[in-house]
């Protein structure tokens, strides 16, 4: 039997590999029919290596890179020679400019002497008659003869007397050394919450002023309080409570500067996030005006620090503000301590009911200041704003400050997550900018705050909690990168430009819906904010280069 199935084993591989062979030949005759046939091999021929399949594989993925990488080569080149290009036809028209300039220059240069002198001469002859009109309204004024020093001197008392009048400083009864100090810093005039506030407050009656931010309040309410002040009574006699830090320690500043020439007088600031104990220190000292938060002015008391006998004034400053953060209690307990006999004054942009209450309860027949809502922005504010898509944002924020170059500005977020992201994203694009909100310590807010004043940092970003306490006098731009969610922010917001009489200029970002928000600020603020094109970035190098230009051309006068 076993010899039997090993002869049927051996039957059926001689039958197979016969199969075998004739499907092979079938095969390769298919082949040479169609052409298909390999080349017959010579004797002693190596036969080809057969390449693996991912071997090939690898081989197509490395021409394809290659190819990629020769049409991206190719897009880069023509891309660099577009630009190549017009930054050459830029610099043509750039220097084609200077050339027409340094002509104009030369030109001017070239005047003809005897023009020159002739110019000269009639100069002197139009300086002479504005001086000889000048000394006969003088001697007209004084009821004396045309001739002489006398209608000279009579002229010079006349003008000073009469810029006095125009200045008003010397209308309103004020200590003249608050005076001297008020024109040494700059201000030859009183803002309209100034004149019509002091007044009343000197008179000694209970006061609500309603004005936005930038109008004056710190001196129409300090102005006052120093005058109410005896430096020989070495107790605490007047009391300004501010919603935030920032405006505690610019409300203290103020003073300071008024009080500058008077002698004996020391003003504190109480705030949280600076070591208490320092304040303890300066309390227990003497004070004559204490500067400070309700939170930290709660501590003191707690602490028993402070001791109200002898204020003769309290000063609620931002009322509005304050009731937002949640120091209705705190202001009223605060109040119910103060003396019976003394005068309250209350300075707020907004009077909504909770205020009216709080000074109905604590205002004894307060008189009322108020500026009309019409002009609650500042009208030398040009405000504009720009219909975007979310995702440019942030550089339609960097084309408006290339574009107009402001020397500062304050850029508005609604959120201190969003106040440190732009922060480094503007820093990553080279811009000198911080943050700045209330998660930060005292002494960053501190630094911020002297940088930015100092011009060590350009760009200012922060929430709103912060805006308030931000009075520096150089702000040229205000930007919304946010609109605010409170149609009262946008009026605090803006009001960092364009403070005391000075032009400024406010941008808003607005992303979908904020269109509808603008047009409820709008309505509340009786303003109109205008709508504007995104600038491209033709726009931004030509006024790069128009600028660049211009310097020049201010440096050819400066040295001819």
Sequence with gaps: MKKKNKDK????????????????????????????????????DQPPKRKSPMKLLKEMQAELEKDERFQAEKAKNKKAKREAAKREALEKEAAKKYQEMAAEVEVISKVDPAEEAFAEEKLEASEAEANNDAKSDAAIRNNTSVSSDSAADSSTESAQDTDDQAAGLDTLGIDTRIIKAIR?????SFSPIQEEAIPIELSGHDMIGQAQTGTGKTAAFGIPMLMQVDPKVNEMQGVVLCPTR????QVSEELHRYARHIKGIKILPVYGGQDIMKQVRGLKNGVHIMVGTPGRVMDHMRRGNISYDAVKVIVLDEADEMLDMGFVDDMKTILAEMPEERQTVMFSATMPEEIREIADEFLKEPEIVRIAKKELTVPEISQY??????????EVLCRL?????PKLSVIFCNTKRRVDELTEEMKARGYYAEGLH??????????????????????????????RGIDVEDVEAVFNYDIPQDDEYYVHRIGRTGRAGRTGRAFSLAVGRDIYKLREIQRFCHTKILPQPVPSLDDVVNIRVNRVLDEAATFIEENP
Excluded: C, W
């Excluded at 075998?20 to 080349?39: I, L, N, T, V």
């Excluded at 002297?450 to 909690?465: P, Q, Y």
């Design 9 to 44: 084993k051996k039957d059926k591989a001689q039958t197979f590999s016969t199969e075998s062979r004739k499907f092979k030949q079938a095969d390769f005759s298919a082949k040479r029919f169609f052409g298909d046939e390999p080349p017959r091999r010579k004797t002693g």
């Design 184 to 188: 040494e810093m700059g201000f030859d």
């Design 246 to 249: 920032e405006l505690a320690i």
């Design 385 to 394: 704003y720009y219909d975007i898509r979310p995702s440019i944002k942030t």
């Design 401 to 405: 400050i290339d574009l107009y170059d």
């Design 438 to 467: 209330g998660d930060l310590t005292q002494a960053a807010r501190d630094k911020v705050m002297r940088d930015f004043k100092n011009h060590h940092i350009e760009i200012l970003i922060a929430t709103d909690v912060v805006a």
